[in-house]
């Protein structure tokens, strides 16, 4: 099982790609948040993600940028090799605060990514004085490259009123993932009714709305049985479930197994 950082310890923390899609599809392809912000660095392979509600492919010399508490998840063809940086939230590093998605085509530019992840790579694993003013410098110049990237060759889609919506329903999911909100809910805050939210968020994602929600909540579902010793009756009260037997169905239903059988079964 693949556990993933909640806090870096320093600057950042440097998980390879290969590490990241361990541990099952669920692991990566689900939507899911984290609560610091990530740079996914990719040198090899293909696929597609998706970013507050937005799908894009993905290849070799891709960089995306997600801020923290944005639902994303990607799926992966065949092998994927890269680095995913995990920055501190709580460090004094300048980054973005919307998504960002690079296709990096000049290779000097290429070169000059892989040099400061290496680098970095070089400074967190080893014990040389200064390490950490090191990590401190090498980690501001990354996002450096990252701003200066972004201003100069930033590939974006064209912002549209429905990427906007799609982007505040995900932004609201992941505000309120824990109050048990229905996508009625969600729609009625959001001033649109329940079908032009699903039908946008299949425009942008190939995915209804009850679709992302779920997917989401079963994503924390699984975060939750196996990264903590809580009763599968709280579990489904701390998502907003109005009874652990409808919490059992529902994640039956979207995953083949009980959430005692879930936690339960053997893993790599």
Known sequence: ???LP???SGP?????MQQLTRGGRWRTEAMRSYRMP???WFTRGQGRITVAGLTRGFGPHNAVYIPPNTMHGFEVSGQVFGTAAFFNAASAIDLPDAPVHLRI???RLQAEASVLLENLQREVEGDRPLRDKA????TGLLSVWLDRQRISTEDLAEDSAARALVRRYTGAIEDQLY???????FAEAL???PTHLSRVCNQTCGRPASELLADRLTFEARRLLLDTSLPVKRVAEVLGYNSAAYFTRAFHNRTGQTPTEFREAPRA
């Open 1 to 3: 099982m693949t556990v």
């Open 6 to 8: 909640v806090t870096p």
């Open 12 to 16: 950042l923390r440097l998980v390879p």
């Open 38 to 40: 990530l740079l996914l």
């Open 105 to 107: 085509r000049e290779a």
């Open 135 to 138: 990590i401190h410098h090498y």
């Open 179 to 185: 109050t048990g909100q229905s996508v009625s809910d």
């Open 191 to 193: 001033g649109v009714t």
